[in-house]
C-alpha cells in the first residue's frame, strides 16, 4: 500500500513509518523545513514540505495513497476533518491517534481507582472534551464510505525508529533529574498510568490496518506503573535521590498539559479490544528499559 503519514518527522509517526517500511509498504510523508524532508527522504519515505495549514497538499497527498495515518496530533480537528473530506467515499483506511488522557484524572499526583477499556464511559477533565469530540467524529465517518480506525497510546515509552528518538513524558523527568541532581515525582507520585512500549504500539498500527473493521476504537497498554516508582528507577538509575515536587511547580516548568494533565494525573486503560484482535505486546517493560539507559 502508498500510505500517507501526518506526522512522519515525530516519535510515533517516525516510528510508524518505519516498520510500515519493513513490511513492504511505500511511505509518502510532509515535513515543515526543506532540511527535514531531506532526512525523510534519505529514510526511504517520499516528503512534501508542507504544514498542517496547506491543507490543498494534504488533500492531494490523501487522495494519491491508499491508507492515511494521522500521528502528528490529537487535537488538530481542522487538520483531520480536510483529510476527511479528501477521503470521504473512497473506503480507504483512515487511522488516527488520540491519547489517553482523554479519560485522566486530574488528582495532583494521588491515586484514582477507574481503569477504562474500549467500552467503559468516560467522564474527561476539561481539557480534552474537544479531543474526545474529534475522536468521535472520525469513528463516524465510518459512515460516510471511510474506512476509520482511532488509536488510542498511554505514556509511551522506548526509543523511536523514526527521525526522533524521544517520547513525551520520560524524557522531561529525566532531563529535571540531570539538570538538578534530584528525579521528582509530583506530589505523592502515586498517580498511575499505563504504558506501552513504542515497537509494541506500531505493531498494533499495522495489525489495525491490516485487520480491524471500520468505525473501531483502540486502546493501546502493556502495563502500568505509579511516577513514584517511575522515578525512584530513574534515580536509581542515574545514581540520584529522589524527591516530591508540588504541582504549581510542575506546571511552572512543564505547562498545564504536561505538568499536571500528563504527570500528575491518572490514566488507567485495558487494550481489551486490540487484544480480541490478536495484538501480542512482548517488548520490555518500562522499568527495564529505564535500567538499559545509557
Known amino acids: ?56 497538499v494534504l488533500t492531494r497527498l490523501a487522495k494519491e495513497a491508499d491508507a492515511v495515518i494521522n500521528a502528528a496530533s490529537a487535537d488538530a480537528r481542522r487538520t483531520v476533518e480536510v483529510l476527511l473530506a479528501a477521503l470521504k467515499g473512497s473506503g480507504k483506511h483512515f487511522l488516527h491517534t488520540s491519547g489517553s488522557s482523554i479519560v485522566a484524572t486530574d488528582t495532583g499526583g494521588t491515586l484514582t481507582t477507574p481503569v477504562h477499556d474500549e467500552d467503559s464511559p468516560i467522564d474527561p477533565v476539561p481539557e480534552k472534551v474537544a479531543r474526545i469530540a474529534l475522536d468521535r467524529l472520525v469513528l463516524d465517518a465510518a459512515k460516510e464510505g471511510i474506512h476509520t480506525h482511532v488509536i488510542c497510546p498511554c505514556l509511551i515509552y522506548g526509543q523511536g525508529l523514526g527521525l526522533n528518538p524521544d517520547s513525551v513524558q520520560l524524557p522531561p523527568l529525566i532531563q529535571y533529574a540531570r539538570e538538578t541532581g534530584t528525579a521528582r515525582y509530583i506530589g505523592k507520585g502515586e498517580n498511575v498510568w499505563s504504558n506501552v512500549h513504542i515497537e509494541d504500539l506500531v505493531d498494533l498500527y499495522l495489525l489495525v490496518l491490516e485487520r480491524a473493521p471500520a468505525g473501531t476504537f483502540f486502546f493501546a497498554e502493556n502495563g502500568e506503573a505509579n511516577f513514584r516508582d517511575v522515578v525512584t528507577a530513574i534515580g536509581k538509575r542515574f545514581n540520584l535521590p529522589t524527591g516530591s515536587m508540588p504541582v504549581s511547580e510542575a506546571e511552572a516548568r512543564w505547562g498545564v498539559e504536561l505538568g499536571r494533565l500528563a504527570l500528575a494525573s491518572n490514566s488507567r486503560i485495558r487494550a481489551k479490544r486490540a487484544r480480541a484482535l490478536g495484538w501480542k505486546p512482548h517488548r520490555p517493560s518500562v522499568f527495564d528499559v529505564i535500567a538499559g539507559m545509557k
Do not use: C, N
Open 1 to 56: 500500500m502508498k500510505v500517507f503519514v501526518l506526522g512522519a518527522t515525530g516519535y510515533i509517526g517516525g516510528s510508524v513509518a518505519v516498520r510500515l517500511m519493513a513490511a513492504g509498504h511505500q511511505v509518502v510523508g510532509t515535513a515543515r523545513t526543506q532540511e527535514k524532508a531531506r532526512e525523510l527522504e534519505a529514510r526511504g519515505i517520499t516528503a512534501t514540505v508542507a504544514s498542517f495549514d496547506d491543507e490543498a
